[in-house]
């Protein structure tokens, strides 16, 4: 699908983002573990969660669906059957790597892939632990899905992290709650936290010290009724184009505020951003709040070591903020080149396409601020943050924008478009 982002100049609103993707995941994988029945509500409509209820269903799980909210039936800790088909993650790094974990425990070999893109991604991060851990896991190359594991009794491990990635600490857990006495993940550079949070909200015993997670294997995982945040990272796409705008007032409602991915917030308001909280909640453990974001003069900024980790999703929309207000530089961010794309490489590619300047390094780039956007035809190389950011990056050009493949923003966000569509003008 091609499609016609024309610039606008004015971002007003009021809207309810769909569920965090990360969350849903975490919460679809450990209600199908738990005894009975889990409703979550507000679960992600994108295609990502899908692929993980589709797993778990191709392996006995009754998964019901009414519209957002969705209802497991979970069957306990060895209540999965042997699927009669290859698992299929679609697009979905987190699918992947953290099922990976539980088929790691299972009594029956499986298989699990995806499309084209997840077919590039990296799992020997994965499969090193689980192998640590007692499992039988190849890969095409070694390396890439389709992966085939054969599941068996798990050793508990104490494991440090080799990189910052939240799905290989939640990969590591998962394969934990099997495993009998108590697995240990280190981290050196803290990574989103939802696994840890949701694993105690099910009922596991775990120990959340910074840096350090120990569970317990073989806990009884009890069902929940659950809602999901709004997504943050799709709320990132709004708050960049109120900033980009000439004038603008919006406000983002229930959106997840998680301190490990909430920095997001912290950059933006370091950089002038004028963001308000309004209100505060919290449901199944995780913070949940209103934003109201507001037209601001906005500096240049810099992000490296554990700043760059906690905002790798958000960098392609502030690489757009930072092209068109007051520059960004970005360094220790060589994991943006094994995302659903080497999102440095599409980035810059786009950057050119709207004669944009980026200098371009192996783990990170520069742009310089206050760069004039041309209008272009864009592409989304099939990679649903670079579709998005690049639909902002349109707003702010001096005409109109084409975004080929621009249907890659349904992995996370089917609704952006629509969405867009109706705070701008
Ligand atoms: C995620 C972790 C991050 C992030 C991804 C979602 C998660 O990946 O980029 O979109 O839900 O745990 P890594 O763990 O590979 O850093």
Redesign the pocket.
């Known amino acids: 699908m091609q499609k016609t982002v024309s610039p606008a100049r004015h971002v007003s609103g009021s809207i309810r983002l769909p569920g965090d993707?990360?969350i849903s995941?975490r919460y679809g994988m450990l209600a199908s573990l738990a005894e009975g029945e889990s409703t979550l509500e507000n679960y992600s409509t994108g295609q990502d969660c899908h692929s993980t209820l589709g797993c778990f269903s191709a392996m006995g799980i009754p998964v019901h669906k009414d519209g957002t909210t969705i209802r497991v039936s979970g069957q306990g800790l060895d209540g999965l059957r042997a699927p009669t088909q290859d698992l299929d993650a679609g697009n979905s790094?987190?699918t992947i790597?953290?099922i990976s974990g539980i088929l790691a425990a299972q009594p029956f070999t499986s298989r699990i892939g995806g499309d084209e893109s997840l077919s590039k991604r990296p799992m020997g991060r994965i499969m090193k632990p689980l192998a640590k851990m007692g499992a039988r896991v190849t890969a095409r190359d070694a390396q890439y899905p389709p992966l085939e594991i054969t599941g068996g009794p798990l050793q508990p491990i104490d494991f440090t992290l080799p990189?910052?990635?939240?799905?290989?600490k939640?990969c590591v857990l998962f394969g934990g709650l099997y495993a009998s006495g108590v697995t240990t993940v280190r981290e050196g550079i803290r990574?989103?936290d939802?696994s840890e949070i949701a694993l105690r909200q099910f009922g596991a015993e775990i120990s959340i010290k910074p840096g350090v997670v120990a569970l317990t294997g073989r806990p009884t995982l009890a069902a929940q009724k659950l809602t999901i945040p709004g997504d943050l990272?799709s709320a990132a796409f709004f708050l960049v184009a109120a900033l980009l705008a000439d004038d603008a007032d919006l406000v983002l409602q229930g959106v997840g505020l998680n301190p490990t991915r909430a920095a997001l917030l912290d950059f933006l308001v370091s950089l002038g951003a004028p963001i308000k909280v309004l209100d505060l909640n919290h449901n199944g453990g995780e913070p949940i709040g209103d934003l109201r974001v507001t037209k601001g003069r906005m500096q240049g900024g810099l992000l490296e070591g554990a700043m760059t980790?906690a905002l790798?999703?958000e960098i392609p929309v502030l690489a757009v903020l930072g092209a068109a207000r007051g520059g960004l530089e970005v360094r220790d961010a060589s994991?943006l080149r094994v995302?659903e794309t080497d999102r440095i490489a599409t980035l810059a590619e786009n950057f050119a396409r709207m004669g944009v300047e980026i200098e371009v390094r192996p783990d990170g780039f520069r742009v310089e601020g206050g760069q004039r956007f041309r209008p272009a035809t864009l592409d989304s190389f099939h990679d649903h943050r670079i579709a998005m950011a690049f639909a902002i990056a349109a707003l702010a050009a001096d005409g109109d924008c084409q975004i080929d493949r621009a249907e890659a923003a349904s992995v996370s966000f089917p609704e952006f478009y629509q969405f867009l569509g109706e705070i701008t003008r």
Request: charged letters at 25%; aromatic letters at 0%; hydrophobic letters at 30%.
């Open positions: 993707k990360s995941h790094g987190s790597r953290m990189v910052a990635s939240a799905q290989v939640s990574t989103r939802h990272s980790a790798i999703d994991e995302k």
